[in-house]
T-cell receptor, first 113, second 109 residues
Framework: KAGVTQTPRYLIKTRGQQVTLSCSPI?????VSWYQQTPGQGLQFLFEYFSETQRNKGNFPGRFSGRQFSNSRSEMNVSTLELGDSALYLC????????????FGPGTRLTVL | AQRVTQPEKLLSVFKGAPVELKCNYSYSGSPELFWYVQYSRQRLQLLLRHISRESIKGFTADLNKGETSFHLKKPFAQEEDSAMYYCALRANTGNQFYFGTGTSLTVIP
């Protein structure tokens, strides 16, 4: 079974731009969660999607948004990029919500200049 | 507010020595606690969860509600245990995880 895939793997943007990151969960998984990982703050929960609906949201500004498609693939969008948005963005999928095992993708490294 | 604290950023032990990675949490309800591990050039993966009370790769962790701790232990460290370890808490509603900042474990041969 293929693992969680994230595209692109690396991205460089400038302040003020917007970016869209993509996550394809493991086949059959319906829950997708997004995390931001930075050296200072560690892993911070952004949001979770299940059945195309956002179920949980972390404490991030409205510039961070996401969506999930009917095939469970998910995208997250960050508008009006700031330098502090530079981070590794991780996606994790699980079979259902609240199943114990989340499978993480390799991440997308976003650099904002 | 929920918080997970891993007080040690770096931890070095000799091969064969016992190892303990500390994790403390604050949460008003009954949390679920997990340990995740990330080996070099690999993805973050689940190591163990307190509910199952299992031992994985020789590691165990006991939830101590009185001390609000969930320390990870292994009696005899191996070189292949060198990795980044994250303690995580899941709230009792939803599927939101709160991660600690991680402890980098190095096992010296």
């Amino acid at each position: 079974k293929a693992g969680v895939t994230q595209t692109p793997r690396y991205l460089i943007k400038t302040r003020g731009q917007q970016v869209t990151l993509s996550c394809s969960p493991i086949s059959g998984h319906r829950s997708v969660s997004w995390y931001q990982q930075t050296p200072g703050q560690g892993l911070q929960f952004l949001f979770e999607y299940f059945s195309e609906t956002q179920r949980n949201k972390g404490n991030f500004p409205g510039r961070f948004s996401g969506r999930q498609f009917s095939n469970s693939r998910s995208e997250m969008n960050v508008s009006t990029l700031e330098l502090g948005d530079s981070a590794l963005y991780l996606c994790a999928s699980s079979l259902m919500m609240r199943t114990d095992t989340q499978y993480f993708g390799p991440g997308t490294r976003l650099t904002v200049l | 507010a929920q918080r997970v604290t891993q007080p040690e950023k770096l931890l070095s032990v000799f091969k064969g020595a016992p190892v303990e990675l500390k994790c403390n949490y604050s949460y008003s309800g009954s949390p679920e606690l997990f340990w995740y591990v990330q080996y070099s050039r690999q993805r973050l993966q689940l190591l163990l969860r307190h509910i199952s009370r299992e031992s994985i790769k020789g590691f165990t962790a006991d939830l101590n509600k009185g001390e609000t701790s969930f320390h990870l232990k292994k009696p005899f460290a191996q070189e292949e245990d060198s990795a980044m370890y994250y303690c995580a808490l899941r709230a009792n509603t939803g599927n939101q995880f709160y991660f600690g900042t991680g402890t980098s474990l190095t096992v010296i041969p």
